[in-house]
């Protein structure tokens, strides 16, 4: 199980952080990605991480902006965003792979939570 925090309204060029906890199964051992969805449209992947040591993969649309993050301690992973746009509206899911490296496979997803960039 996995669920989202953290989620909420802000203006545009602010930051938000966006939490996902997992329970009943230890994520350090598989890798862990952040999705968003808009209605409407398909479901972008955003940024991924493979287990410990392994570099984060990001999409286009948000590198050098968001950073993903491992928590082991806590069994939790992070999305860092900063200089928001109004574009980056969306509900963000994270998700975990079956895998220990970046494969495009999700089986486990968050319920998501909403942000929205508006001034």
């Known amino acids: 199980h996995l669920a989202e925090s953290g989620g909420g309204l802000v203006q545009p060029g602010g930051s938000l952080r966006l939490s996902c906890q997992a329970s009943g199964y230890v994520l350090d051992y598989y890798a862990v990605a952040w999705f968003r969805q808009v209605p409407g449209k398909e479901r972008e992947g955003l940024a991924c991480v493979s287990t410990r040591g392994r570099p984060a993969e990001y999409a286009t649309a948000v590198k050098g902006r968001f950073t993903i993050s491992r928590d082991p301690a806590k069994n939790m992973f992070h999305l860092d965003m900063n200089d928001l746009k109004p574009e980056d509206t969306a509900v963000y899911h994270c998700?975990?792979?079956?895998?220990?490296?970046?494969?495009?496979?999700?089986?486990?997803w968050g319920q998501g939570t909403q942000v929205t960039v508006s001034a």
């Open positions: 998700a975990s792979s079956p895998d220990y490296q970046c494969s495009g496979r999700y089986e486990v």
